[in-house]
């Protein structure tokens, strides 16, 4: 299932690990070992972070992504199902319109 995850990472520790100059080194690891199908950087509610498309075949596949970044980073991290405009199409909005209809206000 394709998910989008939203990285926060607290101020600290990360400048710690961006003055040591590890911070670079286990962000590449943890990337590298995680494989997302994209991953963007960016500040997120004034904090370093990262939003990423993960494709995960089972929910136990998701603390091997969230691990990483609880571990090295104190990060939150926040998990969403994504669709495809083809996953959309599949789920038959008509007949759910049809089971669901209420009754119009006007």
């Known amino acids: 299932m394709r998910m989008l995850v939203t990285v926060t990472c607290p101020i600290e520790p990360f400048n710690t690990l961006v003055r040591n100059g590890?911070?670079?080194?286990?962000?590449?690891?943890v990337v590298?070992?995680?494989k997302p199908e994209s991953i963007y950087f960016t500040e997120l509610d004034?904090?370093?972070g990262a939003v990423m498309v993960v494709d995960v075949a089972?929910?136990?596949?998701?603390?091997?992504?969230?691990?990483p970044w609880f571990l090295n980073f104190e990060a939150v991290c926040e998990f969403r199902i994504a669709m495809t405009?083809?996953?959309l199409m599949k789920?038959?909005?008509?007949?759910?319109?049809e089971k669901w209809q209420t009754v119009q206000m006007n």
């Open 46 to 48: 004034g904090h370093r």
């Open 85 to 87: 405009t083809e996953d």
């Open 91 to 97: 789920s038959n909005l008509t007949q759910l319109a």
């Open 58 to 67: 089972d929910p136990s596949g998701i603390p091997a992504i969230a691990e």
């Open 32 to 34: 590298d070992d995680i």
């Open 22 to 29: 590890t911070a670079g080194e286990i962000i590449g690891r």
